[in-house]
């Protein structure tokens, strides 16, 4: 159980993973400050948290804009509470276009907010997260970040940002209170991921995971995530790689037809 007093960041709270990691580690004590782009599912979110007694903020900020992420630290500023943990989520894929054709727009799209983003609010935190003494950061990068796969270039090249940007920032504050924890899940059931991914094409979406036995869910991960983040803080789990049973490599899923 983390100290009653700390506070936990989470980007893209609004959905999937980041929903179910701002519900585990309110549990786990944290007041959690939601953060996503859709303030009315922020809302709800902090009301069902509230609800079960945790503490929660919503603060609606879009990654992709210096300002938002200008305002979330400062609404971040004004919690009386230390700040401990930054978990960097907001994401996601778009396309699955080879090298030849993928329209560079998804791929700018995919590196502003996958890499940029998680630099925007890394930049913005590390200050309050130094201060608090015992500080962790955790990005969600994928096995993506690890390996690539045919029509996942654009989203293989900013995960492998993400994990450099995990890596590098770990040498970097070697010797500061703040430890860098970089979680790399494989396939994840989520209600967004895939529909974002095809632009709103629920049957292609759902065709991933077709006949894959038990994809992870959201809850896994942030299993995963309060996991990493509750060890003692000497402790610093540096990469966490999580796949399903069926999925022994990003190539290789079991997948029973009907
Ligand atoms: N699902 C998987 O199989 C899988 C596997 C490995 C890694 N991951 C990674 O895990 C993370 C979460 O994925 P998920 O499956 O939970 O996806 P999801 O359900 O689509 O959630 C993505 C979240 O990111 C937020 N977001 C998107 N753009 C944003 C922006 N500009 N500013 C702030 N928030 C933004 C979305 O909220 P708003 O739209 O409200 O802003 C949403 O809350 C991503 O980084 C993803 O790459 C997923």
């Given at each position: 159980?983390?100290?009653?007093?700390?506070?936990?960041?989470v980007?893209?709270?609004?959905?999937?993973?980041?929903?179910?990691?701002?519900?585990?580690l309110?549990?786990?004590g944290?007041?959690?400050?939601?953060?996503a782009?859709?303030?009315?599912?922020?809302e709800?979110l902090?009301?069902?948290?509230?609800?079960?007694?945790?503490?929660?903020?919503?603060?609606?900020?879009?990654?992709t804009?210096?300002?938002?992420?200008?305002g979330?630290?400062?609404?971040?500023?004004?919690?009386?509470?230390?700040?401990?943990?930054l978990?960097?989520?907001?994401?996601?894929?778009?396309?699955?276009?080879p090298?030849?054709?993928?329209?560079?727009?998804d791929?700018?799209?995919?590196?502003?907010?996958?890499?940029?983003?998680?630099?925007?609010?890394?930049?913005?935190l590390?200050?309050?997260?130094?201060?608090?003494?015992?500080?962790?950061?955790?990005v969600?990068?994928?096995?993506a970040g690890l390996i690539?796969?045919?029509?996942?270039?654009?989203?293989?090249?900013?995960?492998?940002?993400?994990?450099?940007?995990?890596?590098?920032?770990?040498?970097?504050?070697?010797?500061?209170?703040?430890?860098?924890?970089?979680?790399?899940?494989?396939?994840?059931?989520?209600?967004?991921f895939?529909?974002?991914?095809?632009?709103?094409?629920?049957?292609?979406?759902?065709g991933?995971?077709?006949?894959?036995?038990?994809?992870?869910?959201?809850?896994?991960?942030?299993?995963?995530?309060a996991?990493?983040?509750?060890?003692?803080?000497?402790?610093?789990?540096?990469?966490?790689v999580?796949?399903?049973?069926?999925?022994?490599?990003?190539?290789k899923?079991?997948?029973?037809?009907?």
């Open positions: 159980m983390a100290s009653v007093a700390s506070v936990a960041v980007t893209g709270a609004s959905s999937g993973i980041g929903a179910a990691t701002a519900r585990r309110a549990a786990e944290f007041h959690v400050v939601a953060a782009r859709r303030a009315d599912r922020l709800a902090v009301k069902e948290i509230m609800m079960s007694g945790g503490r929660a903020t919503a603060v609606p900020c879009d990654v804009s210096d300002a938002s992420v200008a979330l630290a400062a609404a971040v500023a004004g919690l009386a509470a230390p700040v401990t943990l978990v960097n989520n907001a994401g996601g894929a778009r396309g699955l276009d090298v030849a054709t993928g329209p560079v727009a791929w700018q799209w995919m590196y502003d907010v996958n890499v940029l983003g998680t630099l925007r609010v890394t930049q913005a590390l200050p309050a997260l130094e201060r608090s003494g015992a500080g962790t950061v955790i969600l990068s994928s096995t690539v796969y045919e029509g996942g270039g654009g989203y293989a090249a900013a995960k492998h940002a993400q994990t450099a940007l995990a890596e590098t920032l770990r040498l970097e504050l070697c010797g500061q209170p703040v430890r860098v924890v970089e979680i790399d899940p494989g396939m994840v059931r989520t209600e967004e895939g529909l974002v991914r095809f632009g709103g094409d629920a049957e292609r979406a759902a991933v995971y077709a006949g894959v036995a038990e994809p992870l869910t959201a809850e896994d991960i942030a299993d995963c995530v996991w990493c983040a509750t060890r003692p803080h000497h402790v610093n789990v540096d990469r966490l999580v796949r399903p049973l069926a999925q022994a490599a990003q190539h899923v079991h997948r029973v037809t009907p």
